[in-house]
């Protein structure tokens, strides 16, 4: 098998991974049927975001785990374009391997928070005056950065990440090697 191969194989078991990450939301997203009858009209209409999203963030994730199980084409092909020669595995091609699945990782990880970000931002902007969103937006504040740049931190991983690739091939200094060398022959 060859770091294509392997990629393909991991994108599999990440499909699977978006299953069972899609699991607590679509409990969650059972919960919000049950809206008390004595709520404004009002803000019903800004539960009707929150049941949407809530819907939205597991079907996405199912979505994906199946695009990743059956087919993962798109996510291959942005993986590996065809322009670019497959490494061998070797340490350099080990370490691009696991960067560009741990670029999957951070996106499936990273998407939900995104989802919910965004769910928080248009409750905030769409209600009234008079209702008090310090909550949500204090939500969005916070976590708008961390979960947009996790989501761009792992689509560059998982387009090859060369600075991390860098980083982590970063050549020892030739003394360490000779001092390696002499404790190897000394034994």
């Known amino acids: 098998m060859n ?28 919960g919000t049927f ?5 709520f404004p009209t009002d ?16 079907a996405i994730l199912i979505g994906l785990g199946i695009y990743l199980i059956i087919d993962g084409g798109w996510v291959h092909k942005m993986a590996y374009p065809t322009k670019m020669p497959v490494v061998k595995m070797d340490l350099t091609g080990k370490l691009s391997l696991f960067l560009k699945l741990l670029g999957i990782f951070l996106i499936i990880s990273a998407f939900p928070d995104f989802l919910r970000t ?7 902007t769409h209600a009234p005056k008079y209702y008090e969103m310090n909550r949500e937006k204090s939500f969005v504040y916070l976590n708008a950065l961390p979960s947009i740049g996790t989501l761009i931190l792992g689509f560059y991983l998982l387009i090859g990440g060369k600075f991390f690739l860098r980083i982590g091939l970063k050549q020892e200094s030739p003394t360490s ?5 002499t404790d190897d022959s000394q034994t």
């Open 3 to 30: 770091q294509k191969d392997y990629f393909i194989l991991g994108c599999k078991l990440f499909g699977i991974y978006c299953f069972v990450t899609a699991l607590p939301y679509i409990v969650n997203g059972i």
């Open 177 to 181: 090697d000779n001092t390696a060398q």
């Open 118 to 124: 965004v769910s928080g931002y248009l409750v905030y």
């Open 43 to 58: 803000y019903k209409e800004l539960m009707k975001i929150e049941r949407f999203f809530s819907f939205l963030n597991p």
């Open 34 to 38: 049950f809206i008390p009858v004595d």
